[in-house]
Nanobody, 126 residues
Framework: QVQLVESGGGLVQAGGSLRLSCAAS????????MGWFRQAPGKERQFVGG????????YSADAGKGRFTVSRDNAKKPVYLQMNDLKPEDTAAYYC???????????????????WGQGTPVPVSS
């Protein structure tokens, strides 16, 4: 079992920055690919970015390319989502997710992950 807890969300003005953290506990953290997703009210949950189990590969979805960066510290177990130049359309609840893998692949679909945090809200005001 892996337990995930997000933190760092909160109200931010357009153009501002936030760094979300995802604290992981349980199994060997470096065996898990980590993903960040977001879900706006009335919309489906969508992939934002992810990082491979060793941290060697990262991938950001188009909506966050150039603005969002995922990183991890396998020694201390947090995963981070650095968000810069935030826009009102980035308003959503943000979730981190984990999945065991023996590869360096990054999963972009919801079904690829079997552990989820409870989410942290990020409202962006215009």
């Amino acid at each position: 079992q892996v337990q995930l807890v997000e933190s760092g969300g909160g109200l931010v003005q357009a153009g501002g920055s936030l760094r979300l953290s995802c604290a992981a506990s349980g199994r060997t953290f470096s065996d898990y690919v980590m993903g960040w997703f977001r879900q706006a009210p009335g919309k489906e949950r969508q992939f934002v970015g992810g990082i491979s189990r060793t941290g060697g590969n990262t991938y950001s979805a188009d909506a966050g390319k150039g603005r969002f960066t995922v990183s991890r510290d396998n020694a201390k177990k947090p995963v981070y989502l650095q968000m810069n130049d935030l826009k009102p359309e980035d308003t959503a609840a943000y979730y981190c997710a984990a999945a065991w893998t023996s590869t360096e692949l990054i999963f972009t679909g919801i079904k690829g992950y079997n552990y989820w945090g409870q989410g942290t809200p990020v409202p962006v005001s215009s």
